[in-house]
């Protein structure tokens, strides 16, 4: 497993400098292990839309984690705790959390996934610890890494009091479900799309809290565009999006 002071060492890395992370859709380790060795800072298994279940997880988090390289992320699929308690349990070191519409939501993530005195995280052994070997050192030394995702109007227009809560690490934000609750499906380049996100990039700078987006593309040059611009959470590529680009077939006849 990951050793919980490189968590913390991501929370420094962010707050003066960024963190480009990876994004898997299948429950594949060796791709898993592939990526972690080619320098991103995390890597985030897809359960809310890809192929992967909680039985999966330890085995790629081990790939993962195998040469030290990246940490085990995991988009999960639900607010409910117990579900994400079991998230971490089987190794994740963080957790994205996609349609945050409201500060409560955010309120009750912090209580549920951290332990006593921060939150109420149930305690107990698990492949997160070594399964007790490592217990008490998890509950002294291990806060979860929090990540938010925006992408709904509901959660642009209670932004501020979203962000006020204490034990959020980043903000994500959504774009095709953002420009979709606006109407603007795909349309990434209108102004009042565009105009959002720079609000969104503006209010998290202000409070001090990263803010980040998927360069689901794979495009260099608009991942260093995006750092340019102040974004400090980016995750970068999709292994079902660049296997698809890869293999397109290159004959037309």
């Known amino acids: ?5 490189l ?4 929370r420094k890395k962010i707050k003066t400098k960024y963190s480009v992370g990876a994004w898997m859709q299948l429950g594949n380790s060796s ?3 592939i990526i972690s060795c080619s320098g991103y800072d995390w890597v985030a298994i897809d359960m809310e839309h890809g192929s992967i279940s909680i039985n999966q997880l330890p085995d790629l988090f081990r790939a993962i984690t195998n040469k030290n390289k990246s940490l085990p992320f995991v988009r999960t699929y639900t607010l409910d705790p117990h579900v994400n308690q079991r998230l971490l349990d089987a190794g994740a070191a963080g957790i994205i959390f996609p349609r945050i519409d409201n500060a409560v939501q955010v309120k009750n993530l ?3 996934l951290n332990f006593y005195p921060i939150g109420n995280r ?3 052994f698990s492949i997160s610890n070594n399964f007790g070997n490592n217990l008490l050192n998890q509950i002294r030394s291990f806060n979860p890494f929090i990540v938010i995702m925006i992408e709904s109007l509901e959660g642009v227009k209670n932004l501020n009091e979203i962000i006020k809560v204490k034990g959020i690490d980043a903000v994500l934000i959504g774009p095709y479900d953002l420009s979709a609750s606006m109407k603007l499906l795909g349309k990434f380049s209108s102004k009042k ?3 959002v996100i720079d609000n969104i990039l503006f209010e998290c700078r202000k409070s001090k809290i990263p803010c980040g987006l998927h360069i689901v593309d794979a495009d260099k040059n608009n991942l260093l565009k995006k750092i340019k611009k102040g974004f400090k959470f980016l995750a970068y590529g999709m292994d079902t999006e660049i296997l698809k680009n890869y293999y397109k077939y290159p004959l037309n006849f």
């Open 1 to 5: 497993m990951f050793k919980y002071s």
């Open 193 to 195: 799309f565009t105009s």
């Open 110 to 112: 912090v209580k549920f």
């Open 7 to 10: 968590v913390d060492k991501l």
């Open 31 to 33: 791709v898993a292990e």
């Open 122 to 124: 149930g305690i107990g």
